[in-house]
């Protein structure tokens, strides 16, 4: 957990703790930066940011975030500093009809970017760094996705029938509509007839009118990573070749791999068929 200190002087809201420090731990993950020390935070209204740009870049203008790096040296010095004006974030992005979420996590990004070294003075440059940003935002969508996923399947882990097994299986799959459709395990005092989270899943969704699907999160009640058994990898194959697989510990341990890599060679009667 890195050391963030925030502070909103401000009436505006900005992003929520939680979001902040996930945004910061992602761009220092994915830039290979492993800092100690303190990042500090300020969240200043529309005049504050303009006497700070003109007084240490010359320039009266708003403007949506200024960075300052100071260095990297012992455990509880503060190493950067970014200040980030949301008034002004927000105003820009109902001007050009973008989320107001979205636009306040591209510029904390882009205010972290600078403090590790990136610039945009000039095109070049700056394109490199927008592309950079955009690219982790969508990363950090991805892991939000994958995250709430696993947290419906923890919850409907809870409503598994496993009495036979005491192995208690949730599933979250995510439809392509957006929709998630949760499945736990349900056994039967004949046994071959239980039936696992996944399935469950697969067929409330297709009951109710969705086949698609991006991604399945999948928990047991278990120190190991749960993969889908050989007939719940058929199942999925059939509906979503694409399909990518979360097999999570936790909310926060997990490994993402694709239903191809865990049915190679799928058996499909599509395959064969002459169309
Ligand atoms: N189980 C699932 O629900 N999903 C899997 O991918 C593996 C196994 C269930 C079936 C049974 O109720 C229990 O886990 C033990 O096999």
């Known amino acids: 957990m890195k050391k963030i200190e925030i502070v909103n002087k401000t009436k505006e809201s900005f992003l929520t703790r939680r979001k902040i420090q996930k945004i910061v731990e992602l761009v220092l993950r994915e830039e290979g930066k492993d800092l100690s020390g303190c990042l500090s935070i300020a969240v200043v209204d529309k005049e504050e940011i303009r006497s700070l740009k003109k007084r240490f870049f010359h320039q009266d203008v708003y ?30 992005a109902r001007s050009r009809g973008e989320r107001e979420e979205q636009a306040l996590s591209i510029v904390l990004i882009h205010g972290l970017l600078h403090l590790l070294g990136y610039e945009d003075e000039d095109s070049e440059k700056a394109k490199v760094m927008e592309e950079r940003q955009e690219a ?83 928990i047991a009640d278990s120190s190991s990573y749960c993969f889908p058994c050989g007939a719940c990898r058929q199942v999925l194959y059939e509906f979503a070749p694409q399909l990518e697989v979360i097999a999570a510990k936790s909310d926060i341990d997990y490994e993402v791999v694709s239903l191809r890599s865990l049915l190679p060679q799928a058996f499909s009667l599509k395959n064969d068929r002459k169309e």
């Open 63 to 92: 403007t949506d975030v200024i960075s300052f790096f100071y260095g990297f040296s012992d455990e509880d010095d503060v190493w950067g500093e970014i200040i980030i004006c949301p008034a002004v974030i927000k105003e820009e």
């Open 136 to 218: 982790l935002y969508q990363l950090g969508e991805e892991e939000e996705e994958r995250e709430k996923l696993i947290q419906k399947a923890k919850e409907v882990r809870a409503r598994a029938y496993a009495p036979y097994s005491n192995f208690l299986v949730g599933a979250a799959l995510l439809g392509y509509n957006g929709n998630i459709f949760t499945g736990c395990n349900v056994e039967n005092a004949s046994f071959g007839l239980t039936i696992c989270a996944e399935r469950g899943a697969v067929a409330k969704a297709l009951s109710q009118g969705v086949k698609e699907f991006k991604k399945i999160a999948i």
